[in-house]
């Protein structure tokens, strides 16, 4: 479990009660993986930011007006409902979250393939209780 152990570590813990986590995987999951998250950032005008993220140099930062465009509202309202917050200061803090947590499960510089991204996303949703 070391690869989820680093973005739990590299997140400040982790655990449950770590709702911006759950959001940042929650993201991923519902936009097709890291791969189709980056995608989408592409076709948003964001891709170098999203590949910067996924390479192993410098990660570019992302504003939360940024991430509310490529996203868009519907998605960050409900994510933000879900667990509790309202949705600037959620697009604020996933805007710090996103590029670490993605940065995290691609510590080669590589996009993991399903079932890698898959088991360590479920083993993710499994320690977060």
């Known amino acids: 479990m070391g690869l989820l152990d680093s973005v739990l570590g590299g997140l400040g813990g982790g ?10 995987m929650q ?5 097709g993986g890291i791969g189709g998250l980056a995608e ?4 948003g005008g964001l891709g170098e930011l999203a590949k910067s993220w996924i390479s192993t140099g410098e990660n570019l930062p ?6 509310q465009s490529v996203l868009g ?7 933000a409902e879900k667990f509790g917050m309202n949705s600037g200061d959620l697009s ?5 979250y ?9 510590p080669n510089g590589e996009v993991p393939q399903g079932d890698m991204l898959s088991s360590a996303l479920e083993m993710l949703k499994g320690k977060l209780g």
Do not use: H, R, W
């Not at 655990?15 to 940042?24: A, Q, W």
């Not at 509202?73 to 994510?79: E, F, P």
């Not at 604020?92 to 710090?96: C, N, Q, R, V």
């Not at 996103?98 to 691609?106: E, G, H």
């Open 15 to 24: 655990g449950g009660d770590n709702p911006l986590l759950s959001s940042v």
């Open 27 to 31: 993201i991923v999951n519902d936009n």
């Open 40 to 43: 989408k950032f592409q076709q």
């Open 62 to 67: 992302i504003s939360a007006e940024q991430l």
């Open 73 to 79: 509202s519907d998605q960050l309202s409900g994510l």
């Open 92 to 96: 604020s803090k996933l805007s710090e």
């Open 98 to 106: 996103l590029p670490q947590v993605i940065d995290k499960l691609t």
